[in-house]
Nanobody, 115 residues
Framework: QVRLVESGGGLVQPGGSLTLSCIAS????????MGWYRQAPGKQRELVAD??????NYADSVKGRFTIARDSAGSTVYLQMNTLKPEDTAVYYC??????????WGQGIQVTVSS
């Protein structure tokens, strides 16, 4: 079993910054994939960023503004979000994919960008 707990969401003004954290517990390997998805009201869930084996992938809409990172043990993944825009408003979900390609999801945290 893998559990994912997110933190760091909230309300920020346009142009502001926010950092999300996700702590994984259970059968975790640093080489396994972790990342972030988001879902805005009325829209499909979309990949924001993910990382595995030291490589990172970003959605075009967040490139240059968001940065994903993991700690040395591979149990925590961060998403640093800068220059936030109203269209970044969504519920953000942490995810983990194990070697059997099973997916695990956090509960989701709200990020609201508004003045």
């Amino acid at each position: 079993q893998v559990r994912l707990v997110e933190s760091g969401g909230g309300l920020v003004q346009p142009g502001g910054s926010l950092t999300l954290s996700c702590i994984a517990s259970g059968s975790i390997f640093s080489s396994d994939a972790m990342g972030w998805y988001r879902q805005a009201p009325g829209k499909q869930r979309e990949l924001v960023a993910d990382t595995t084996r030291g490589w990172a992938n970003y959605a075009d809409s967040v490139k240059g503004r968001f940065t994903i990172a993991r700690d040395s043990a591979g149990s925590t993944v961060y998403l640093q979000m800068n220059t936030l825009k109203p269209e970044d408003t969504a519920v953000y979900y942490c995810y983990f994919r194990d070697r059997g390609n099973a997916d695990y999801w956090g509960q989701g945290i709200q990020v609201t960008v508004s003045s």
